[in-house]
């Protein structure tokens, strides 16, 4: 039988479409899964690229099915399992075949598997995929980390199966070892606070104001439109549009307000705080799903507390939904110059040179986060200006002075009214310290020395000093 081109592990919701998509550009594809009537299915469900996928019973026969130098993706829960298999792999594969981790690995994971194959003959890869089950099957962002010349080696097959924009792929080697899943980490704390603020205006349209779900949509509908085009926008109006099949009712009205997380957007956090960069849009994103958990806790406080006034902000709605289209566009430009000031410090952390104007251009199709946006982030990495921050990037300054000031008018709206809008205030925040020259650490360090003798600078004299706290501190 004629040999596969690559082989993939793990026939889930991410790994069949990437299997399908994979076949469906040219590629034969060997696939396997652990629960082996999985794979009779999937075969079963491949309609017409049947022909091109050879499934396999074990991993052994999945070896032999694929044309040497041999690639072999996985694609399965992120964790144990992907050493499990990679032990596995290791002992039916050799020298210059590549396994390649496809799921959401957490990088110090990768760093430590790559440390682990180095002297093995074999090459290994660290890749992020971001779109979820549609991307995987007609294309998604694709963010590759390892050696230059094992990413060459599999580059025309990624490029093969990538979302495009304006037909450039939206896959790229960003640098070695864990630089990808890195990259995906970051990518998906963005998406929690992109998510964050968009649901946090919901909350003020909806709660503030008293609009119904299909209004809500509307506004969401007009700005997709608009400087906040996006995936994200366009979903959310289709979310508020729907209607719930078993009670007529709108759709939205009955999820209940409990939102999961799996780990990327902890990581994302911990990894900033790590490297000591302010990610606090971020932050407040994650601690809201935290927060969003404890519905039980949530209503006993409401009945202490008592509810709030429902419709505080109406008014001149025109004027409010102008404030709250900029507001959630300054929040997303603080969010976004969040994410890219963490991954700048991680480049140097750890030797990557990430390609950051690369990187918003393979956001630009296929991921989740996917907008006209990240094409102007892009622009403005090579335009110049951004290496401290995008916030001083010449065009994001221009953006920022128009919208920041619907930033503080919206959280400063919603703080009054009791609506809560932690991401929004976050970034809010952060943006208002990052631009104030003379902060507020002068009286930190004075009570650090106070306390502890920890010394502090002086605005007019080189050198380290203590105060005249009266405990014979002082220089
Ligand atoms: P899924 O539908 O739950 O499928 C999980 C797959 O992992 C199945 O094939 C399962 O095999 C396999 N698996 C689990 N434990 C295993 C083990 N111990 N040994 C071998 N195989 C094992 O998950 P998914 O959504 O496709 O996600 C796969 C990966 O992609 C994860 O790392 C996920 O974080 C990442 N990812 C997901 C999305 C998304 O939108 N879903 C987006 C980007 C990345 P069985 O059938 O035998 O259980």
Redesign the pocket.
Known sequence: MEKADIGLI??????SNLALNIAEQGNRVAVF???TE?TTEFVQSAGALTDRIVPCETIEALAEAIRPPRPVIL????G??VD??IAHLREVLGKGDSIID???ANFRDTLRRFSELKDSGLTFIGMG??G??EGARHGPSIMVGGAENAWKRVEKVLVSISAKFEGEPCVAWLGPDGAGHFVKTIHNGIEYADMQMIAEIYGVLRDGVGLEPKEIGGVFGAWNTGRLNSYLIEITEKVLMAQDPETGNPMVDMILDRAGQ?GTGKWSVIEAQTLGIPATAIEAAVAARVVSSMKGEREKAQEVYGKLDSGALAGDRAALLNHLELALFAGKIAAYAQGFTVMAAASKEFGWNLPLPTIAKIWRAGCIIRSQFLGTIAEAFQAGGAEDNLLMAPAFVTMMKEAHPSLRHIVARASEAGLPVPALASALAYFDSYRQARGTSNLIQAQRDFFGAHGFERIDAEGAYHGPWGSGLSA
Do not use: H
């Open positions: 793990g026939l889930g919701v991410m790994g899964n652990r629960t999985r694609m399965i829960k992120a144990d399992p499990q298999q496809a799921g959401n995929v971001s979820g089950e799996k």
